[in-house]
Each structure stands twice: as C-alpha cells, then as structure tokens.
T-cell receptor
Framework: GAVVSQHPSRVICKSGTSVKIECRSL??????MFWYRQFPKQSLMLMAT?????????EQGVEKDKFLINHASLTLSTLTVTSAHPEDSSFYIC??????????????FGQGTRLTVV | AQSVSQHNHHVILSEAASLELGCNYS??????LFWYVQYPGQHLQLLLK??????LVKGIKGFEAEFIKSKFSFNLRKPSVQWSDTAEYFC?????????????FGRGTQLTVWP
C-alpha cells in the first residue's frame, strides 16, 4: 500500500510553545488528509479534514485557532499545536487519501506523533 | 450523525480459539466499512474493507468480516487466533456520499491472545 510519513514521531515541548507536525504522502498525491487525535486506551477522534489549497474543515469542538492546519501541497499537510498546554498531550495521527472524489479509495495512515507538553 | 460502535472493549482468548469482534454502524446513506489493526508501537494497518459486492470480505492474516445491512453490522472474524494477533482492532466507516471521505472510528477492541 501507499506510504504516509509523519514527523516527528515523538516531541516534548514546554507549555506555551507551539509544535508543528508534518504529514507526507510519499508515493502518491493526497488531495485530502485527515488529522486524528488518540487518547490512551481510546479511539481515534477525527479533528479536521485538510484539503490541498483550501481551508481545513474542523470537527465540532475542535479549536481552529489552537490546531492550525496547512495543506500547502499535494504531498504535505502540517498540524501546528499553538500555545500548547499539558492537556494537549496526546497521540496525533494523520491519514491521506488519493483521488478523494472516488468512493472506493482507502486511507493510509502515518505512524503517529506522540506529543508531550511539560 | 455517523457513528461506529464496538461493544467488546477487551477480549482475551487462548491460541487456536475462534474470534468474533462486533461492530455496528449508524449512517444515513451508503457506507464504506473498514477494520484496522494497531500492533503495539506501530501505526494503523488495514485488515480489510467493504465497499460493495459480496458482503463477506476476506482480508489479510486470515481475517474476514461480514456486512449485514439489516443488522447494521460488520463483525470481524478469525477461525483460529495466534499469539501474534494480540493488538488493538478498530472498526471504521465512511459515508460514501461524502466527497470528503472522512473516517469515523469505533473505540477499539484490545485483543489479548495467550499462548
């Protein structure tokens, strides 16, 4: 299957600072990328849908100004956690789909980023 | 609203036992359904998917799932589990009518297989 790469895999930052997480599709063009958050022992919660060249679509309850998403190219989307606080500590996962407007395509997942805010 | 639910939170089995993990979905329209597995420390991997056609879907590693529209279910099965199947299993669905293709996940089922 296609490869989605996330970087960094782990990051520790101080409270109040911002952290950027990158998600790249390595061997295909991803018109749409998705950002999830996974709490320990819980499911993946969809945060937002990132469309290349346009604004992201955020799920209800997700702060747009807190979690900035940029999808500048067909192979790269970034999630920036601004003014991070300890409660933002979590596992963030991205996924990407090729040929979004076809219904029979699957999403491929990155390996995730473990964010710890101290 | 779209949702996917998994009722088994933690399943413990001995090797060679049969497995069935429940998954129910709630969608207004036509749905695509998936099962993913997450081994400790690794990323999500697709086990199998259902888009259309034969409701009995066969995936990797001997897993299969059956789409039963009347029951809104997509249960995962394996006739004989192995120790290496110990992992977290997630059922997910997407609304085919949505061009965004957003995936919604169940809360996951932790499978522990004893050797």
């Amino acid at each position: 299957g296609a490869v989605v790469s996330q970087h960094p895999s782990r990051v520790i930052c101080k409270s109040g600072t911002s952290v950027k997480i990158e998600c790249r599709s390595l061997d295909f063009q991803a018109t749409t990328m998705f950002w999830y958050r996974q709490f320990p022992k819980q499911s993946l919660m969809l945060m937002a849908t990132s469309n290349e060249g346009s604004k992201a679509t955020y799920e209800q309850g997700v702060e747009k100004d807190k979690f900035l998403i940029n999808h500048a190219s067909l192979t790269l989307s970034t999630l920036t956690v601004t003014s991070a606080h300890p409660e933002d500590s979590s596992f963030y996962i991205c996924s990407a789909r090729e040929r979004t407007h076809q219904w029979n395509t699957e999403a491929f997942f990155g390996q995730g980023t473990r964010l710890t805010v101290v | 609203a779209q949702s996917v639910s998994q009722h088994n939170h933690h399943v413990i089995l001995s090797e060679a036992a049969s497995l069935e993990l429940g998954c129910n979905y709630s969608y207004g329209g036509t749905v695509n359904l998936f099962w993913y597995v997450q081994y400790p420390g690794q990323h999500l991997q697709l086990l199998l998917k259902y888009f259309s056609g034969d409701p009995l879907v066969k995936g990797i590693k001997g897993f299969e799932a059956e789409f039963i529209k009347s029951k809104f279910s997509f249960n995962l099965r394996k006739p004989s589990v192995q120790w290496s199947d110990t992992a977290e299993y997630f059922c997910a669905g997407s609304d085919r009518g949505s061009t965004l293709g957003r995936l919604y996940f169940g809360r996951g089922t932790q499978l522990t297989v004893w050797p």
